[in-house]
T-cell receptor, first 114, second 114 residues
Framework: DTEVTQTPKHLVMGMTNKKSLKCEQH?????MYWYKQKAKKPPELMFVYSYEKLSINESVPSRFSPECPNSSLLNLHLHALQPEDSALYLCASSQRGEVHQPQHFGDGTRLSIL | DQQVKQNSPSLSVQEGRISILNCDYTNSMFDYFLWYKKYPAEGPTFLISISSIKDKNEDGRFTVFLNKSAKHLSLHIVPSQPGDSAVYFC?????????????FGKGTKLTVNP
């Protein structure tokens, strides 16, 4: 069982829609991440939040807007997406500290853009 | 440019034998390495990690070896079990201003035959 919960599991939306992906963890982790994974490709980092502040944005288009309302929640707001944005969107979390800590992933949201 | 490479897209082994998955990296700033296992329709599951100050880390049936001079790491699974059949991702971490950036290889699909 994953301790990082992502909703919804599947999402189909048109290019003019606005929707949000949600991620929740209750492990006390203070770093949270969004990744995008296309079919038969590895996950690619999009955003990193550390202590609820955006610390890394991997030059992601502005039609993707992340939000971290508190230490347990991470949202990804979607607007005016393109068909090539169809992918699996993965959320992850990890401890923050002096030493490296592994990232733990949710099962993802499968997003299809019509 | 691919900073983390898994040159074998697939590997097939017999149950009870050793599985060896290989990974090469190019970025000398990477200082933490991880292996993830991924089943279809699930997110990556953390398996084992190793810091660059070590050359070996063992956890049950899983052992990771790191050769920094060759920029090479490997995952050994002994004995292999049919339930180990999955896609295995190698990942490397770089500290960027206090935040971890994880870079994944393309994955190796392991099939363990009964």
């Amino acid at each position: 069982d994953t301790e990082v919960t992502q909703t919804p599991k599947h999402l189909v939306m048109g290019m003019t829609n606005k929707k949000s992906l949600k991620c929740e963890q209750h492990m006390g982790h203070r770093a949270m991440y969004w990744y995008k994974q296309k079919a038969k490709k590895p996950p690619e980092l999009m955003f990193v939040y550390s202590y609820e502040k955006l610390s890394i944005n991997e030059s992601v288009p502005s039609r993707f807007s992340p939000e971290c309302p508190n230490s347990s929640l991470l949202n990804l707001h979607l607007h005016a997406l393109q068909p090539e944005d169809s992918a699996l969107y993965l959320c992850a979390s990890s401890q923050r500290g002096e030493v490296h800590q592994p990232q733990h992933f949710g099962d993802g949201t499968r997003l299809s853009i019509l | 440019d691919q900073q983390v490479k898994q040159n074998s897209p697939s590997l097939s082994v017999q149950e009870g034998r050793i599985s060896i998955l290989n990974c090469d990296y190019t970025n000398s700033m990477f200082d933490y390495f991880l292996w993830y296992k991924k089943y279809p329709a699930e997110g990556p599951t953390f398996l084992i990690s190793i810091s660059s100050i070590k050359d070996k880390n063992e956890d049950g049936r899983f052992t990771v070896f790191l050769n920094k001079s060759a920029k090479h790491l490997s995952l050994h699974i002994v004995p292999s079990q049919p339930g180990d059949s999955a896609v295995y991702f190698c990942a490397a971490s770089e500290d960027q201003g206090g935040s971890e950036k994880l870079v994944f290889g393309k994955g190796t699909k392991l099939t363990v035959n009964p």
